[in-house]
Nanobody, 126 residues
Framework: QVPLVESGGGSVQAGDSLRLTCPAP??????????LGWFRQIAAGQSTVVAT???????TYVDSVQGRFTISRDKVKNTLDLQMINLKPEDTGIYYC??????????????????WGRGTHVTVSS
């Protein structure tokens, strides 16, 4: 199975943009997860959800990224993407792509996740 290795992270200035990408998480047999999303881990803290996309195409975002981040699924390239614009220092962290079950939304927790990416660092300087 394709390892989930995120790409697109880096060190940028406030106001810049980044696009994170990972192979879309699936079950071993290729079946789609009900929920796909991106988590962010700050320092040594817990990972918290940033954005989710369910199998019906419904997207959700935490308030802090609403209007700046866009989660999407490229079914041709079979990737899960997170477009981030107008980045702020508080967006700094390790970003993980993830796949799992319900509930899909801002209440999605780490224990709902079945498959994780390896993480990519995003650093935003003021």
């Amino acid at each position: 199975q394709v390892p989930l290795v995120e790409s697109g992270g880096g060190s940028v200035q406030a106001g810049d943009s980044l696009r994170l990408t990972c192979p879309a998480p699936t079950f071993i047999n290729g079946e789609e997860y009900y929920c796909l999303g991106w988590f962010r881990q700050i320092a040594a803290g817990q990972s918290t959800v940033v954005a989710t996309l369910d199998k019906y195409g419904t997207t959700t975002y935490v308030d802090s990224v609403q209007g700046r981040f866009t989660i999407s699924r490229d079914k041709v390239k079979n990737t899960l993407d997170l477009q981030m614009i107008n980045l702020k220092p508080e967006d700094t962290g390790i970003y993980y792509c993830a796949g799992g079950g319900t509930p899909c939304g801002t209440t999605w927790r780490a224990y709902n996740v079945h498959k994780w990416g390896r993480g990519t660092h995003v650093t935003v300087s003021s």
